[in-house]
């Protein structure tokens, strides 16, 4: 059983940066791909970044690339989203997910753990 606590979040103005941290409490944190996904209010989860179990490949979604970085450091079990230019519609609560598996995917259903959720509010 893998746990997964978000941190990170809070309420920024549009063009500010934020970082998001999600610690996991698996020792073999380094066999699981990990990613970010968000749901804003009325909308279903969406995803966001993945990246793979190495680090050395990642993934994004269309509105974000360019302005967000998926990152991992495997020695602390910690995965980070760097997110910079916020826009009022990155509003959301941003969720980390485990996928026990080295490759990465953009699935929602192919996530296996998943984190209780941090919040993201952009003003405009």
């Known amino acids: 059983q893998v746990q997964l606590v978000e941190s990170g979040g809070g309420l920024v103005q549009a063009g500010d940066s934020l970082r998001l941290s999600c610690a996991a409490s698996?020792?073999?944190?380094?066999?699981?791909?990990m990613a970010w996904f968000r749901q804003a209010p009325g909308k279903e989860r969406e995803f966001v970044a993945s990246?793979?179990?190495?680090?050395?490949?990642?993934y994004y979604e269309d509105s974000v690339k360019g302005r967000f970085t998926i990152s991992r450091d495997n020695a602390k079990n910690t995965v980070y989203l760097q997110m910079n230019s916020l826009k009022p519609e990155d509003t959301a609560v941003y969720y980390c997910?485990?996928?026990?598996?080295?490759?990465?995917?953009?699935?929602?259903?192919?996530?296996?753990?998943w984190g209780q959720g941090t919040q993201v509010t952009v003003s405009s």
């Open positions: 698996q020792r073999t944190f380094n066999n699981y791909a």
């Open positions: 990246i793979s179990w190495t680090g050395e490949i990642t």
């Open positions: 997910a485990a996928r026990r598996d080295f490759s990465l995917s953009a699935t929602q259903t192919d996530y296996n753990y």
